[in-house]
T-cell receptor, first 115, second 110 residues
Framework: DVKVTQSSRYLVKRTGEKVFLECVQD?????MFWYRQDPGLGLRLIYF???????EKGDIPEGYSVSREKKERFSLILESASTNQTSMYLCASSLFQGAFRPEAFFGQGTRLTVV | RKEVEQDPGPFNVPEGATVAFNCTYS??????FFWYRQDCRKEPKLLMSVYSSGNEDGRFTAQLNRASQYISLLIRDSKLSDSATYLC???????????FGDGTTLTVKP
C-alpha cells in the first residue's frame, strides 16, 4: 500500500510564526502536491512538484513556499502564518503517467489553526 | 463560474435507494475525470476513474458526457457505509492541473 504520511494531524500556531508542514511518501512517486481544503471552497492546489528541487505554483501559492530536497519528502512552509491560513492541509502523491496524473493517494491531513 | 461544479448537497436517502450525483466542468480541454470519496475528517480516496464509454464497479456507475461537459456517479442499493462526501475531479491538458469540485455529501439512513 502506498503510504503518504503527514507529520502532524493537528497544529496550533500563532500569527506571524513560521510553520513547516512535512509530507513523506514511500512509493518513489515523482509527483507530490499540497492542497488546502475549506468548507464551500473544496480542495485548492497550493504547490506541486514533479521532481527533486522542482516546484510549480498552484492556484493559491500566496503566503506559502515549498521545498523538495529529496524525492520522498515535500514540505510546505508558511513564512508568516496568518489567521486566514487556518485550514485543513492535504498532501498527495502520484506516479508519473504522461500528461495526466491522478492524485490517487492523499495523506491523512493536517488541521492547522492559526491564532 | 467555478471550473467544476457539483450538485449542492446534502443528499439524504434511505438504505437501498438509488442516488445520482452530477458534476459539470467548464474547460472543454479537460481530459481525465475521477470520483473521490472522502469520509468525515479523513483524506480523499480515489473511488473510480470515469471513461468515455462509462464504467461500472459493483454498485457504482460513472458516466461521462463530453458534449454536455458533465460526469455523473450513480450508486445503486445504497448502504449505510456509502455515507460520505463525493468529490468530482477534472484534469486538463495543463500538466498536473487537477480541479476538485466542492463535493456532494451523501447520508444513507436506515
Amino acid at each position: 500500500d502506498v503510504k503518504v504520511t503527514q507529520s502532524s494531524r493537528y497544529l496550533v500556531k500563532r500569527t506571524g510564526e513560521k510553520v513547516f508542514l512535512e509530507c513523506v511518501q514511500d512509493m518513489d512517486h515523482e509527483n507530490m502536491f499540497w492542497y488546502r481544503q475549506d468548507p464551500g471552497l473544496g480542495l485548492r492546489l497550493i504547490y506541486f512538484s514533479y521532481d527533486v528541487k522542482m516546484k510549480e505554483k498552484g492556484d493559491i501559492p500566496e503566503g506559502y513556499s515549498v521545498s523538495r530536497e529529496k524525492k520522498e519528502r515535500f514540505s510546505l512552509i508558511l513564512e508568516s502564518a496568518s489567521t486566514n491560513q487556518t485550514s485543513m492541509y492535504l498532501c498527495a502523491s502520484s506516479l508519473f503517467q504522461g500528461a495526466f496524473r491522478p492524485e490517487a493517494f492523499f495523506g491523512q491531513g493536517t488541521r492547522l489553526t492559526v491564532v | 463560474r467555478k471550473e467544476v461544479e457539483q450538485d449542492p448537497g446534502p443528499f439524504n436517502v434511505p438504505e437501498g435507494a438509488t442516488v445520482a450525483f452530477n458534476c459539470t466542468y467548464s474547460n472543454s480541454a479537460s481530459q481525465s475525470f475521477f470520483w473521490y470519496r472522502q469520509d468525515c475528517r479523513k483524506e480523499p480516496k480515489l473511488l473510480m476513474s470515469v471513461y468515455s464509454s462509462g464504467n461500472e464497479d459493483g454498485r457504482f456507475t460513472a458516466q461521462l458526457n463530453r458534449a454536455s461537459q458533465y460526469i455523473s456517479l450513480l450508486i445503486r442499493d445504497s448502504k449505510l457505509s456509502d455515507s460520505a462526501t463525493y468529490l468530482c475531479v477534472v484534469m486538463s491538458t495543463n500538466a498536473g492541473k487537477s480541479t476538485f469540485g466542492d463535493g456532494t455529501t451523501l447520508t444513507v439512513k436506515p
